[in-house]
């Protein structure tokens, strides 16, 4: 058994313990955002009830976590419900709850794949010329220091009250656990999270910005995570529409080889 | 009152009966698909059975749809529930309940928006050299019948047994509600759905495929709707990767004068 001073801090903080029907989790002080826990890290708590869960089949294909209320610290429940097992998909859905209220709601599609036709249409970013990239400025947020980021295009640059804007909402970035952790579904599934706001690097200030729904399509399987290891990933990451309080995102996570391991979309509150 | 000889049936396919504390609804001979209903139809009565509770606040802002299982001909039952309402959002679960099992799940999160500064980031997709389009070759499902589609790019040209694949999975389409109807949510919904699967395009052919996940992000307000009325909308779909019995589609929905309505992703599962 791993004991918890030698447990990655990922590892610790989706830490689940069975409670009969429903999980036990506990916020990590590690993994803080400004308000309540980095949003990756309670969604990959919330796969991660799935995964522990007895009657779980196959591997994760599709995640949508919907944030309904900042998750406080300290202890929470995770409710997994098993919705329909077919012959080669299970569906699920997953209640976050807190002092008595839903703080989170997911759903969870899980699948057993068979070798077919397969084709990646997608391009592999060019990064040919941006060099090794940069490191993310002090922020002063936990979580981001669980990362090693190297940002290619579109740095986080926030200035006092800019007036100008950016050309574009392209941040393109190397990222990987931080100490080095082997990938899994649940450190792919928080790496999905960690872009800052596209609104920072349109607007390069930092307004009021949080997401309210995530969802992760997954490409690769188990297997093929294991062997990309404790490799960066890179992040291809730009918003499609700013319009009266809420934006998307939409982004890809790749191997340095070319696989897409998986594509993301969120849509996030922002308040001016 | 509209009687129901007079409705479009599109409103007559989403039409819901309270019954207590969920909705009864019907599957549509009209929008029947090669085994159950198009998905986009259900998609939308999911949404439908929000927007009809007297307790939902605000308008759609995201809509995941997981289905579960083939949905058959005739009643159902809609079961929404209410998981929190916030300041100036609502989250909300649904199932579609048949003969006492799921055949589906959603989550719909629901916002009153106020305006912020805004802007579009995503190009409205270049069509300047590709004539009026082409009418989908029959296919002989019904729910076809009821949008006037016109194909720009990626024409649904199948061809038995096929060895070639395209180029790319790109189609981009003039589509509207077929009587022409003023678009809203419901029908945007349906809308997002109204792509032949990516793997129809890349391999001209016809393999086995269905939708398993859909999530629909709304970037417009109920006015915005209502003014486009019953134009056309372009709609722009492609795919990032196809693996081993699953690949995604990501699209938009553009207004003719380039506002973005919506963008939309779904994963699909394919058998050979």
């Known amino acids: 058994m791993t004991t918890a001073n030698t447990m990655h801090p990922f590892d610790e903080a989706i830490q689940l313990t069975p409670q009969g029907d429903h999980y036990r989790g506990q916020t990590s002080a590690k993994y803080a955002n400004m308000v309540g826990p980095f949003g990756g890290i309670t969604a990959a708590t919330l796969l991660r009830a799935v995964m522990d869960h007895p009657e779980c089949q196959g591997e994760p294909l599709a995640l949508t976590v919907n944030f309904a209320a900042p998750v406080a610290d300290g202890a929470f429940d995770l409710i997994p419900k098993l919705i329909r097992t077919n ?83 392209v941040t393109q970035q190397w990222i990987r656990d931080e100490p080095p952790r082997v990938m899994d579904f649940c450190s792919l599934t928080a790496i999905a999270d960690a872009f800052f706001p596209r609104i920072y690097i349109k607007r390069k200030q930092a307004v009021p910005a949080g997401t309210v729904s995530l969802t992760v399509y997954f490409h690769a399987d188990a297997a093929t995570l294991t062997a990309h290891g404790t490799q960066c990933v890179l992040g291809y990451a730009r918003a499609n529409r700013f319009y009266n309080n809420y934006f998307d995102q939409i982004a890809e996570l790749w191997t340095p080889d070319g696989a897409l391991l998986a594509t993301t979309t969120q849509v996030v509150y922002y308040k001016q």
């Open 87 to 169: 012959r080669s998909t299970q569906h699920w859905s997953i209640e976050l709850v807190q002092h008595g209220q839903i703080a989170a709601t997911a759903t969870a599609l899980f699948a057993t794949r068979r070798e077919t036709w397969s084709a990646t249409e997608a391009q592999f970013p060019d990064v040919s010329d941006v060099g090794e990239g940069m490191e993310i400025p002090p922020t002063g947020l936990a979580w981001v220091n669980r990362y090693h980021i190297r940002t290619l295009r579109g740095h986080l640059g926030l200035t006092p009250a800019s007036q100008e804007t950016s050309s574009d909402t």
